[in-house]
């Protein structure tokens, strides 16, 4: 025992010391530490797939006929960067920020909020303004005639399908 003792004593007076003085002194976190959610509500399209793969099931979107809000309750958040990943617009990001004490769990909220664009031909909202912005940007001719033919929601273009092909 005395022996093992003394043995941990000399190897340990071997190596430099690590004590830090944090929190007196800041220290800077590993380079792949993952810490605070940074989201970016420019890019979200409101897709979804942060809420299907969060493990600890803290993510949810609320719509309404206005606007769709993704809200992370990021006081259960675990950090494991699945939702950043997942995201494909990149409008999450893992940052190395770590120092989030707090004692309110609502200063971890996050809420994302989006315009929702409605169909010309019934009205109901169909697609978040990210989404169809997405959807402007890739059509090659940008006329009023087309862009127009992308605010009909799934059912008004079918309808307005069939009855061309009458
Ligand atoms: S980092 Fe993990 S636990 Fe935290 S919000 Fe993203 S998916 Fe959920
Ligand atoms: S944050 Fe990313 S994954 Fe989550 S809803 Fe928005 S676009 Fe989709």
């Known amino acids: 025992m005395f022996r093992s003792k003394l043995r941990a004593l000399l190897l340990s007076s071997r190596h430099k010391k690590i004590i830090r003085h944090y929190p007196f002194v800041p220290v800077t976190p590993p380079e792949n530490l993952r810490g605070r959610l940074e989201v970016f509500a420019d890019r979200c399209i409101g897709c979804g797939n942060c809420v299907r793969v969060c493990p600890s099931r803290l993510i949810e979107i609320k719509s309404s006929d206005e606007e769709k809000a993704v809200i992370f309750y990021a006081g259960r958040c675990i950090y494991c960067g699945r939702c ?35 169909c010309r031909q019934c009205g109901k909202p169909f697609i978040t303004q990210n989404m169809f912005n997405k959807q402007v940007a890739k059509l090659e001719d940008k006329s009023e005639e087309n862009i127009s033919r992308l605010m009909l929601c799934a059912e008004c273009k079918r309808k307005s399908q069939s009855r061309g092909n009458e």
């Open 84 to 118: 950043a990943v997942s995201c494909p617009e990149k409008a999450i990001q893992i940052t190395h920020e770590f120092e989030l004490a707090t004692d309110n769990k609502n200063d971890l909220e996050i809420i994302i909020k989006i315009k929702m664009v409605k």
